[in-house]
């Protein structure tokens, strides 16, 4: 039982390229959700899924889109990349909404200059 | 004003001590209440979830006062593998957490 996974760990970009991050899950989660975490900002919501085939905007959603195509992933896209989106991004699942724990993956951390 | 704020430290205390977190958060409606650890570059990961009327979970208390909307969390007789940022998060009425920037604690010998 692996948890939650992301690929890749890190990356580096230069402004304007695109990319995609990958989160798989395999604890039959219903919710899944991206994380963005900057110092002294705290954990920021990008994107979340209540379920497959479906997603919708968190906290800070501009320049980035996802997808959950099965249920076991969530992915992250960055269509043209920017400085301001170097960070640390963290993908988690959670059974379901309703207070229950959100288990996170290792985290991918994304240079972009 | 930030939704959970926290003091971000760094706590630096010897091991043995008692060491206790506070946090605030804005919204009232808020349901849910956690505190989340997370070591150095790191995932976070669920240390223990808030309950009105306070619990404990061998050397750690979590007490939560909606009234004054105000979180703690008690750690004693710290360890060295105590050392880490511990993060304060809420729920607010949907399902999103909503995550303090965190507190540093460093457990020194």
């Known amino acids: 039982n692996a948890g939650v996974t992301q690929t890749p760990k890190f990356r580096v970009l230069k402004t304007g390229q695109s990319m995609t991050l990958l989160c798989a899950q395999d604890m039959n989660h219903e919710y899944m959700y991206w994380y963005r975490q900057d110092p002294g900002m705290g954990l920021r919501l990008i994107h979340y899924s209540v379920g497959e085939g479906t997603t919708a905007k968190g906290e800070v959603p501009d320049g980035y889109n996802v997808s959950r195509l099965k249920k076991q992933n969530f992915l992250l896209g960055l269509e043209s990349a920017a400085p301001s989106q170097t960070s640390v991004y963290f993908c988690a699942s959670s059974y379901s909404g309703g207070g229950e724990t959100q288990y996170f993956g290792p985290g991918t951390r994304l240079l972009v200059l | 004003r930030k939704e959970v704020e926290q003091d971000p430290g760094p706590f630096n205390v010897p091991e043995g001590a008692t060491v206790a977190f506070n946090c605030t958060y804005s919204?009232?409606?808020?349901?849910?209440f956690f505190w989340y650890r997370q070591d150095c570059r790191k995932e976070p990961k669920l240390l223990m979830s808030v309950y009105s009327s306070g619990n404990e979970d061998g050397r750690f208390t979590a007490q939560l006062n909606r009234a004054s909307q105000y979180i703690s969390l008690l750690i004693r007789d710290s360890k060295l593998s105590d050392s880490a940022t511990y993060l304060c998060?809420?729920?607010?009425?949907?399902?999103?957490?909503?995550f303090g920037s965190g507190t540093r604690l460093l457990v020194r010998p």
């Open positions: 919204n009232s409606a808020s349901q849910s």
């Open positions: 998060v809420v729920r607010d009425s949907s399902y999103k957490l909503i």
